[in-house]
């Protein structure tokens, strides 16, 4: 009762103190945003979708506009802000409707990563297609930017020096449960096999989900001395810079990976439950333009990891179908939206 009075008077004095402000917010534990539009907004404008004290969650009911990473967040505080959905993730593998993003009204705009995807995007979110425009996806251009990501190999390199001429494996799965309550990943791999079968110039690094590092996460990956190494508290943006090849499963850097033409093996040892559970937003088997491995086996996982290349052909019409908007422009297209939401 108290938390549904407090709401109230956010929004009523929200509605009544209507700033002309920006807000950003992102999901716990992710600063995209902010990584993203720092050079064109304070500091103070980045939040994320947690419970703030009064003066911060004062900011967000009297925001005119609030871009979001998460879907309908902190409704309960200002109903009537211009909204801007910049969705967290490059594209989508799995299934991401969910019914908590379902509460977008007219006053959202729906931010996709190509014009073939805004039918998806639109239905995810419960939206109209009029809503979800081809705009792109903001942090790609961080990605884009080929100074900004040689900058980021050196830093990288400047922290694991004896990586440097190693051919590296960054493995990233995403998890499997409910992200509400509880979730895991527990594959079969046998992770010290795969140390023993890798060579000297070999390095498996992996970044795990950051739900499977809070408290509703738990995960069987075993880390393997200098060979199968934790990177989990690094950024993404660093490993792609220094990544020989990825290897995923269902996670939504295999859209990162294919905009930077790194080669990917998808290892799905569990698809058919995964596809009963979650669902897929794409043919997995038939659209990605790269090998599956649906078995459990290190021997043959550790040979593709070394035979992987990419197929340019099947990466350029990938890239055309779902990724046509990430051009290195979308942070700018973004910022004239807010600021044409800002003065209507």
Known sequence: MK???KSWLLRLFGRALRSNE???????GFNDLERTFSDSFSSECFMENVKYDLRREFRIARAKVIVSACGAVKKEVNWGAKRVEVWHA?????SIRNWSYNNVKNNYVICSPSTYMCELYAYCFGASRDQVKSIGVPKTDLLLNKQRMMANKESFYSNFESLRRKRI????PTF????NSSVSYRPILNFNKISDLLREDEVVLVKLHPLLLS???????????????NVSNIELELLLSVASVIVSDYSSVIYDSVLLNIPVVAYAEDIDAYA???????????????????????????????????????????????????????????IELIEKLRNS
Not at 22 to 28: A, L, S, T
Not at 176 to 179: F, I, L, M, S, V
């Open 3 to 5: 938390f549904i009075f």
């Open 22 to 28: 920006v807000v950003f917010i992102d999901v716990p």
């Open 90 to 94: 490059t594209g989508a593998i799995k």
């Open 169 to 172: 494996y960054l493995f990233t």
């Open 176 to 179: 499997r449960g409910n992200p």
């Open 215 to 229: 408290e509703r996460g738990i995960h069987n990956v075993n880390f393997v001395d200098e060979r199968i190494v």
């Open 276 to 334: 009963k559970d979650w669902g897929f937003s794409l043919n997995y088997k038939m659209e990605l333009p790269f090998d599956i491995l649906e078995e459990a086996n290190e021997t043959i996982l550790v040979e593709m990891l070394r035979a992987a290349s990419i197929n340019r052909d099947k990466y350029e019409r990938f890239k055309k179908k779902y990724l046509d908007a990430c051009d290195g422009k979308s942070t700018q297209r973004v």
